[in-house]
């Protein structure tokens, strides 16, 4: 069964950075594409970062020149490098396979405020 655990989270200043991880156990990590996500209060879940087993990578307009996911076949790890941060960007952050388990992990809370 597959385990998600994000890490990394906290509260940072606008205009500040972070730096997200997750090392997916009980799956074939190398295979997949990976993405990370965010859901605010109120809002429904979305995915904001994707890369594929060749380092393809995708963003949200939202995020795009501000977020950057990699990827650590060796660790098992993907990352999401977040800088200068808005607001905007509070939310609880996952990482998941694209598609979905179907299940996720508890996330880690990402709160952008001065």
């Known amino acids: 069964q597959v385990q998600l655990v994000e890490s990394g989270g906290g509260l940072v200043q606008p205009g500040g950075s972070l730096r997200l991880a997750c090392a997916p156990s009980?799956?074939?990590?190398?295979?997949?594409?990976w993405g990370w996500y965010r859901q605010a209060p109120g809002k429904q879940r979305e995915r904001v970062a994707v890369?594929?087993?060749?380092?393809?990578?995708n963003y949200a307009d939202s995020v795009k020149g501000r977020f950057t996911i990699s990827r650590d076949n060796a660790k098992n790890t993907v990352y999401l490098q977040m800088n200068s941060l808005k607001p905007e960007d509070t939310a609880v952050y996952y990482c998941?396979?694209?598609?979905?388990?179907?299940?996720w992990g508890q996330g880690t809370q990402v709160t952008v405020s001065s």
């Open positions: 998941n396979r694209v598609p979905d388990f179907g299940q």
């Open positions: 009980g799956t074939m990590f190398r295979i997949y594409v």
């Open positions: 890369i594929t087993s060749s380092d393809i990578t």
